[in-house]
């Protein structure tokens, strides 16, 4: 085993066969619902029902569902290599932690958390519904300004500045692994580009906001499936 560090850093796909929606199609509705209407920082407000109404399902719908294999593998990648593993995250489930893996960084936020915009208090409601008529902030008893625990577009995401920290001085000894992401939300492509790791990407199919030339491999089958190939490849890098 060499010191070299481990990067990954996922998306919607790593979820989606565990039975978790992928965040949108080509129409711009994510699961019937317009994004400028429940993802929208400067909108929700003007949604409110609506907003808590769609994140309230979300929650519903994660209880059910479990963590599949890419999970547990990128679990055990980060039981393996311990603190030279940064393991980044775009999704706001849970299913990472539920397969054993620890101290992910949830770039976008945590489903099961609220978050009080007058304040600044968060606070965890796991995957209980949020009565936005009743419900209040348990520091200020704000309830206007109480929305889901997740990153709207529009709004500050304080935790990309571990994404620049973990891709930062990165060497040929290093691993990226890039699973389950377009590209479109955080732009994959500039990240990786300079970074002279060696970098695997495993999506369903080709993205065009992804330039494949900037990956030294490309797995197109879904993450469950990819991951025996993935499991081969940063063992053989890494130790």
């Known amino acids: 085993m060499n010191n070299g560090r481990l990067v990954v850093l996922s998306g919607a796909g790593l979820s989606a066969p565990s039975g978790i929606q ?6 711009g509705l994510w699961e019937g619902h317009y994004i400028n209407k429940v993802c929208d920082y400067h909108t929700w407000k003007d949604n409110r029902a609506e907003v808590h109404a769609f994140y309230n399902a979300r929650r519903s719908v994660l209880e059910t569902v479990r963590p599949n294999d890419a999970h547990a593998m990128i679990a055990a990648w980060k039981s393996r290599y311990g603190d030279r593993a940064t393991i980044l995250t775009q999704n706001v489930d849970d299913l990472l932690e539920r397969a054993g893996c620890t101290d992910v960084i949830h770039l976008h936020g945590d489903l099961q958390y609220m978050h009080c915009t007058a304040c600044s208090e968060r606070w965890h409601v796991g995957y209980r519904s949020w009565n936005h008529e009743e419900g209040r902030c348990p520091k200020c008893t704000s309830r206007a300004g109480v929305k889901p ?5 529009n709004e500050m995401a304080p935790r990309y500045a571990y994404l620049a920290q973990a ?10 692994v890039v699973i389950g992401t377009s590209g479109l939300v955080i732009d994959v492509t500039s990240i990786v580009a300079k970074v002279p790791a060696f970098k695997i990407l495993n999506n369903l199919e080709p993205s065009q906001f992804i330039d494949e030339d900037c990956f030294d491999e490309l ?5 469950d499936k990819a991951r025996e190939r993935l499991d081969n490849l940063v063992i053989g890098k890494l130790g």
């Open 219 to 223: 797995i197109y089958e879904s993450a």
């Open 167 to 176: 891709f930062r001085n990165l060497t040929e000894d290093d691993v990226v």
């Open 149 to 153: 625990g997740v990153v709207f577009f």
């Open 22 to 27: 992928t965040f949108r199609g080509n129409d």
